[in-house]
């Protein structure tokens, strides 16, 4: 045993002194491709061309699992002979380490236009050339649903988590939005207020929101009316309670009757909300809520108070970059 | 004996250092056996767990097991391991929820992120961060003449349109004017740096190649160790007495430079004071925790074991008094429990193990009692 040991070693040396080919030139006496497997990972001899993506496919079964290859080695790409650890299950869920947490950007826009107008009206080439940054640097859209479950603890992300969101429910989503968006193969969350639905002009119809639902766009709801949820000064106390049941719990019947399912999801008008607003919206079955905050989310976050980062048309790219942060750094001890 | 198997556990990991290395070298991948694959796990373990990520560690000899299941080395280190963190994290999960009790947010934020470093899928840790740690770390900035939202966002997070947090964070009015001496609370904006005032707007800029540096102005870099905003901060914070924010931003920058000695001497500046704010103000457990961090670090610190021992006397005398109180008050077990926290503190203590029995012979009489009277 210890003979064939140190015979072994004098042979791995010797192979290291022969220098001097490129790493791509590799070659290793065993097959490439041959692979171990425990209950949590494949360990993978790398052939030459692998990737995250094509080992993904043949190990996970999912070629959109290739986050995992890649976030697990710190490569997406990886040289003849190499070896790929292959998780077979999340390995960290809430996205804690010992040098800080991940972050998620949640983006929010509003209405686009061919033209930038004012604060709320974002230029459909400025969008575009964000959701190309995006694409361009390895950013990956997630959908409503799979970020819920990761402040639920249910599901770890890819390290570069990027959700967009439209407030309000503006139609020109369809011809300066949506485009790029299936382009890239991003989701996108639309928070609509139920008064809007129909209203002629810029609105969406019911019958286009059903189409984007069915697509796999989340639609999901932002009050009624769009009024401040937070009770004003002068407000009586009956009168805020009918006011707040009605922007919680009349979008669900029209959701349901036009898209096929209440919301559980809501975004706060203005993103303003109070203790006792997000105490009502628990209790109207809203399992998350999103406010506006300009600041990533982490995956602790109180998920009746998560973060939402408004981009304005003013904005710069690297204004726009600067709002992307996915880690905070932190020492944690 | 466990000193020459720990030399043989060095001399395996070395000869997996040097494989490692040959096998990341072109050409050097050599025959695939489970020597060569596994060599380069046991060295990346070795280097997470020196940096202090166990979790990490850990994974890696998980992946190690998994391409040799029988390997001696693998099997013992990720056993001993797994056992560490197991203990870390039920160690941190009470310190956490002792600091909520103690409405101590911030302290209790820091434990339960621990335990989610160690054990990212900790639901009690995740749980209590998400619905009970309320506050968010932050500093006072007291607006000068010429300050703005933006300007002032610019200095702490280097970005200007963060301007808006603060806007929240204090609740002004839309567009406020700000009259100089206003005290404005600025919190961390998690993502990026926090109290590290920089005043260079053109941080994106990599510094020219003979410029000389200014202080306070230059981006920090790993050579420019004297200059470094970030130490300057730290020094300020400790300055103004604010010893979280010295800490915290000291311990950023040592997160990035695990070796610099001049922010090691800081940190332990800082963690010193720390120990004796906390103590003046009877926080003794924070304080203990504080000290006894520098003392782990080097037991030849005689200021810190001199501080650690002033601090554990006055914890043992409150623990000890609290105990005497419940005795009186006939809570029996309440009072050993007091007892035995001496004890852990000194476990030579005697008036303490003379409590704890003469309190377990009361117990065990009124027990029998009991039970007579029951029959």
């Known amino acids: 045993m210890k003979s064939s040991g140190l015979l072994l070693l004098c042979l791995l040396l010797a192979g290291c002194g022969a220098t001097g080919s490129a790493p791509t030139s590799v070659q290793t006496d065993r097959p490439a491709g041959e692979f171990f497997e425990s209950a949590d990972y494949f360990v993978v001899v790398a052939g030459s061309g692998a990737t995250a993506q094509n080992l993904a496919a043949k190990y996970l079964g999912d070629a959109d699992k290739d986050w995992m290859i890649e976030d697990f080695n710190g490569s997406a790409t990886f040289a003849a002979g190499q070896q790929v650890a292959i998780p077979k299950r999340p390995w960290n869920l809430s996205g804690v380490t010992s040098t800080g947490y991940q972050l998620v950007p949640i983006l929010v826009y509003h209405d686009l236009a061919p033209q930038a107008k004012g604060r709320m009206v974002m230029g459909a080439k400025g969008f575009e050339e964000q959701m190309r940054y995006l694409k361009a640097n390895g950013y990956r859209a997630i959908t409503l649903k799979e970020y819920v479950e990761f402040v639920s603890l249910q599901r ?178 | 004996m466990i000193n020459s198997r720990r030399t043989r556990m060095i001399g395996l990991i070395a000869g997996g250092l040097l494989l490692a290395g040959c096998a990341a070298g072109p050409g050097g991948s050599g025959p695939a056996t489970h020597e060569a694959l596994i060599a380069p796990q046991r060295e990346r373990a070795a280097a997470l767990a020196a940096q202090g990520n166990l979790r990490g560690a850990s994974d890696a000899w998980k992946v190690a097991l998994t391409i040799d299941p029988q390997d001696a080395v693998a099997l013992a280190e990720s056993r001993k391991l797994d056992e560490q963190i197991k203990q870390s994290v039920g160690d941190r999960l009470s310190r956490g929820r002792d600091a909520l009790k103690r409405n101590v947010h911030l302290e209790a934020r820091s434990h339960f992120l621990a335990v989610l470093a160690l054990e990212p899928g900790n639901r009690e840790a995740f749980e209590a961060l998400q619905t009970q740690v309320r506050e968010v770390r932050q500093v006072n900035h007291t607006v000068r003449a010429g300050d703005s939202l933006t300007s002032i966002a610019q200095l702490y997070y280097g970005d200007r349109t963060r301007s808006e947090v603060i806007w929240e964070t204090n609740q ?80 950023r920058f040592l997160g990035q430079n695990p070796r610099n000695s001049e922010a090691t001497d800081l940190r332990r500046t800082v963690l010193l004071q720390q120990g004796r704010t906390l103590m003046e103000q009877n926080k003794l457990l924070d304080a203990y925790t504080a000290v006894n961090q520098l003392v782990k670090a080097n037991p030849k610190d005689s200021a810190a074991t001199s501080l650690l021992s002033q601090v554990r006397g006055r914890l043992v005398q409150q623990h000890y008094n609290q105990g005497m109180q419940l005795f009186r008050e006939e809570k029996l077990p309440a009072a050993v429990a007091e007892w035995r926290t001496v004890l852990q503190y000194d476990p030579a203590h005697d008036g303490a193990k003379r409590n704890i029995d003469q309190a377990q012979r009361l117990l065990k009489g009124l027990e029998e009692r009991q039970q007579k009277q029951g029959k």
């Open chain 2, 172 to 251: 002004l009015p839309p567009n406020p004017k700000l009259a100089p001496g206003t005290v404005l609370r600025i919190p961390e904006i998690p993502g990026l740096p926090f109290g590290r005032p920089d005043p260079a707007p053109t941080a994106k800029t990599p510094p020219s190649g003979g410029a000389p540096a200014t202080p306070g102005k230059t981006e920090p870099s790993e050579e420019g160790l004297y200059a470094n905003p970030a130490l300057g901060a730290a020094r300020e914070a400790l300055e103004r007495g604010e010893l979280v924010l010295a800490l915290t931003t000291v311990d």
């Open chain 1, 156 to 333: 770890q992300l890819p390290k570069k988590s990027v959700l967009i969101t439209f407030d309000d429910g503006y139609r020109s989503f369809l011809r300066h939005g949506y485009p790029v968006l299936k382009e890239l193969g991003f989701s996108a969350t639309l928070f609509i207020y139920t008064d809007y639905v129909a209203a002629g002009g810029n609105a969406f119809t019911w019958a286009e929101l059903k189409k984007l639902s069915d697509e796999g766009f989340a639609i999901q709801a932002h009050s009624k009316s769009h009024g401040d949820m937070v009770r004003a000064n002068a407000e009586g106390a009956a009168e805020y309670d009918k006011r707040l049941e009605a922007e919680l719990v009349l979008p669900k019947a029209l959701f349901q009757k036009n898209l096929g399912y209440a919301p559980d999801i809501i975004a706060y008008p203005y993103g303003r909300q109070d203790d006792a607003v997000v105490r009502r919206a628990k209790e109207r079955g809203y399992v998350a809520a999103f406010t506006v905050r300009r600041q990533g989310s982490q995956s602790f976050v109180d998920p009746h108070r998560i973060h939402r980062i408004q981009i304005y048309p003013e904005m710069r790219m690297d204004d726009f970059v600067k709002s992307l942060s996915v880690f905070s750094q932190e020492s944690i001890k």
